[in-house]
């Protein structure tokens, strides 16, 4: 069983920086593959970037470069830290787990975290 609490979203003007966080419950961090995911009105999800628990990075092409994937295995948290902010980045941004020892994959989600990027 893994809970996700993510925060940091927020208002800010174009070229900005936000830094956001989740904050994972779980005795099995050291297994989990966690990411965060995106959902701006009227799309579908998708993935923003993830991070192994031996911390390899994945990002999506839209973001390289200015959003940078992070966890923290002692506090059970991952971080992503979003510079150059455009206001095609607006949209409810998701923490996500998987356990990556699991036969099949069971993904947990955060309640997201809002971020808008408008001046």
């Known amino acids: 069983q893994v809970q996700l609490v993510e925060s940091g979203g927020g208002l800010v003007q174009p070229g900005g920086s936000l830094r956001l966080s989740c904050a994972a419950s779980?005795?099995?961090?050291?297994?989990?593959?966690m990411g965060w995911y995106r959902q701006a009105p009227g799309k579908l999800r998708e993935v923003v970037a993830t991070v192994t628990p031996g911390s390899s990075t994945n990002y999506a092409d839209p973001v390289k470069g200015r959003f940078t994937i992070s966890r923290d295995n002692a506090k059970s948290t991952v971080y992503l830290q979003m510079n150059s902010l455009k206001p095609d980045d607006t949209a409810v941004y998701y923490c996500?787990?998987?356990?990556?020892?699991?036969?099949?994959?069971?993904?947990?989600w955060g309640q997201g975290t809002q971020v808008t990027v408008s001046s």
């Open positions: 779980t005795s099995i961090f050291g297994f989990i593959v």
């Open positions: 996500n787990a998987f356990d990556i020892r699991a036969a099949l994959r069971y993904d947990y």
